[in-house]
């Protein structure tokens, strides 16, 4: 069972080992050529994206070709369009959690993915955001987790948006907590979450105060490290 401390990690680490579940649901253990896969492409009525060059994603992200090879694999078996609407999106995430309602988090989770905000994660975006989670620097991974959790991206989590995340959580995950969670549980892991970060104390947390006390947190930086080496 998932501890409530537990809870409160995950909202600020993006639920790493769900990533790893992630990576396998796409299939990311199969190589095959890149140029076989772009071929197989065009000869799906449904394509209606085609993604970068090889070359240039490997300038763009921390992955080599092979890996590169294996990501599109996986991703064009799951999603033959070449993009994954928050639906399709929402349905993968919810096989992980068959006894709660992931919907709200999987929403947060496609907001942060998709940053071109049309509604659509790419092969691209997926890759770029894989390569942040699996490969960025702590500085690069805790910035794509700050942005995850400012909703409405001005810079700075308020207490209703961590209020939502950890609604989000709750329903997604609570079933699982020992003990069993209070209608009061995610307000008060609200507050304990702002007296942490929240330095100066003025209701909001900003990204270098984010950044501060995640870096002072060991367990944080020790889950942090969790993401080294998925693939």
């Known amino acids: 069972m998932l501890s409530l ?87 993968i995430y919810s096989t992980f959690f068959p006894q ?31 390569s942040i989670i699996l490969r960025g620097t702590i500085n690069d991974r805790l910035n794509w987790a700050f942005n995850l959790y400012d909703l409405n991206k001005d810079g700075c989590i308020t207490k209703e948006e961590m209020m939502d995340i950890m609604k989000s959580i709750y329903d997604m995950m609570g079933k699982y907590t020992y003990p069993c969670m209070q209608d009061e549980a995610p307000r008060e892991h609200v507050e304990s979450f702002f007296q942490k970060m929240d330095r100066n104390n003025d209701g909001v947390v900003t990204i270098d105060e984010f950044i501060e006390s995640c870096q002072k947190d060991e367990n944080i930086m020790q889950s942090m490290q969790l993401f080294d080496n998925v693939i």
């Open 5 to 91: 401390d537990g809870l409160e990690m995950i909202a600020v680490l993006v639920l790493m080992g769900l990533f790893v579940k992630v990576l396998e649901q796409f299939g990311l253990f199969e190589v095959v050529r890149w140029e076989d896969s772009v071929e197989d492409d065009f000869e799906l009525s449904t394509v209606c994206h085609r993604p970068e060059g090889l070359d240039k994603l490997q300038e763009q992200t921390k992955f080599n070709k092979k890996e590169l090879q294996v990501l599109y694999r996986g991703f064009k078996n799951e999603c033959p369009s070449g993009v994954v609407n928050e639906e399709s999106f929402k349905t």
């Open 100 to 130: 709660g309602d992931s919907g709200a988090y999987a929403h947060f989770l496609f907001e942060a993915f998709d940053t071109n905000k049309n509604g659509s994660v790419s092969f691209e975006d997926f890759v770029f955001g894989l």
